[in-house]
DNA sequence: TGTCATGTGTCACTAAGTGACATACTGTCG
DNA sequence: CGACAGTATGTCACTTAGTGACACATGACA
């Protein structure tokens, strides 16, 4: 097989990570075409130039193949929210980084995006990929707990902050589903997806063109979901 | 092995769902004293009396195994909000039927109870279980979406629906754990968990003694979780 | 240049899960 | 009462996910 460059003692963190972002994407690409029973550990090998025996080192399981990839599709929104100052009130931080994204493109590739929007509804019908799909959801969660125990004065394990969390995170992770799947259905379920031609419809634009409104609806259900208590700048 | 007895042409589907809960029980009891991983599907079938063939007509896999003694701790719940008539507050139904299990017991058996428990415990560090701990939330969550539709007079698969249905469900989700936890830590976390001595303390005491307040905290975390939209009375 | 650390390939192996076929049980019809 | 039919189970062979062990390649560093 080919032998990957690798670097010296001790593979750095970021090449390992690239390294799982790499076999995730070719798994995906793999369960969304011929599914995910029909994919053997074997073709995933194949499809990336690696061994199986090196698949199993970087992955536990078949299905947690699709984690990163799905993970990749979240961190946006992570990331976006870590960053969320005191002062400022949810709608406003979430349509300023929002349109941040036009200038300078998102961390994230589209092409991942779609296939992290393919994965989650993948997950719908095929049991084993919605562990992966949960597993995000719950790190949001988790993530969610520090961002609001930091704004409530409370500690991060605190049950009322685990309860907003918990709230925030699950009308996320709805809103992610509904608008990933409006956003399929308008490119098509085809397997390549490729940028279609049409004047106006670019495949991204739920995405990029109402980003207004898309930060109104993910604040107004983030309050509704914690009685506004989630939301306001704070002092 | 011992060959069980079972009915005419065509088992019914009662005796089916007990045999799976019988099945679910001897592995739950397994994975909780030794482990997930350590747990093989010929245990199970020898704990049971089958053979192992059979685990795997009833189940798809080991770990959903654990499925029906997870769900059985969460049917409680969902027959309880399935009751609750549009004339009555959250609060006043929860109380009423909790009030109710003190004379009647519950559907489920207490030692089954404990076990589900359990399992949402071991679900914390054995990525295996989370599944089925995560499924049966789902489930929940479906259930809530046709309680709080009908009482909103929309449709269940309506957004709005599914946004207050997904946060009661994970605020439900978090009491119980949290809930669980406690009841755990109480009764000790030794494999029997037999009834203790001590006066007072029988292991159940978090679960029949403070109804009222518990009915109460589950009430308020979902009046919070959905701003109130659930939990009054409706025309 | 040699050595050390680490990632990867190869091979043998365990265990999860399935397919196919034989059999035992049970209710029903004659 | 006895043959028939339907279904759940047992047994066995087989595929495939995933692991352990060992050898090898690679690149940093002395």
């Given amino acids: 097989m080919v032998t990957t460059k690798r670097s010296p003692g001790g593979m750095s963190e970021q090449r390992r990570l690239r390294l799982r972002l790499e076999i995730s994407r070719e798994a995906a690409r793999l369960f969304w075409a011929q599914g995910v029973a029909a994919t053997s550990?074997?073709?995933i090998a194949a499809a990336v130039g690696l061994s199986t025996?090196?698949?199993?080192?970087?992955?536990?399981?078949?299905?947690?193949?699709?984690?990163p990839i799905v993970m990749q599709g979240v961190v946006t929104l992570m990331t976006l929210l870590r960053r969320w100052p005191r002062?400022?009130?949810?709608?406003?931080?979430?349509?300023?980084?929002?349109?941040?994204?036009?200038?300078r493109p998102p961390p994230v590739d589209l092409s991942d995006e779609r296939l992290a929007m393919k994965m989650i509804r993948l997950a719908d019908t095929e049991p084993?990929?919605?562990t992966a799909w949960l597993m995000?959801?719950?790190?949001?969660?988790?993530?969610m707990c520090a961002v609001i125990g930091d704004r409530l004065g409370r500690?991060?394990?605190d049950l009322?902050?685990?309860?907003?969390?918990?709230a925030t995170a699950s009308v996320v992770r709805v809103l992610d589903e509904h608008i990933g799947a409006a956003i399929l259905a308008d490119i098509g379920t085809d397997t390549n997806a490729a940028a279609p031609a049409g004047a106006g419809a670019d495949g991204t634009a739920g995405l990029t063109t109402d980003v207004p409104a898309l930060a109104r609806r993910y604040a107004h259900a983030i309050r509704t979901a914690t009685s506004g208590v989630v939301g306001d700048p704070v002092a």
């Fill in 155 to 157: 500690p991060a394990d």
């Fill in 41 to 43: 550990g074997d073709q």
């Fill in 53 to 67: 025996r090196t698949i199993w080192r970087h992955f536990r399981s078949k299905e947690s193949c699709a984690e």
């Fill in 136 to 143: 995000a959801c719950d790190q949001v969660e988790r993530e």
């Fill in 87 to 103: 002062q400022r009130s949810l709608e406003d931080h979430l349509a300023a980084e929002l349109a941040g994204f036009r200038d």
């Fill in 128 to 130: 084993a990929l919605r």
């Fill in 160 to 166: 009322e902050v685990r309860l907003h969390a918990a």
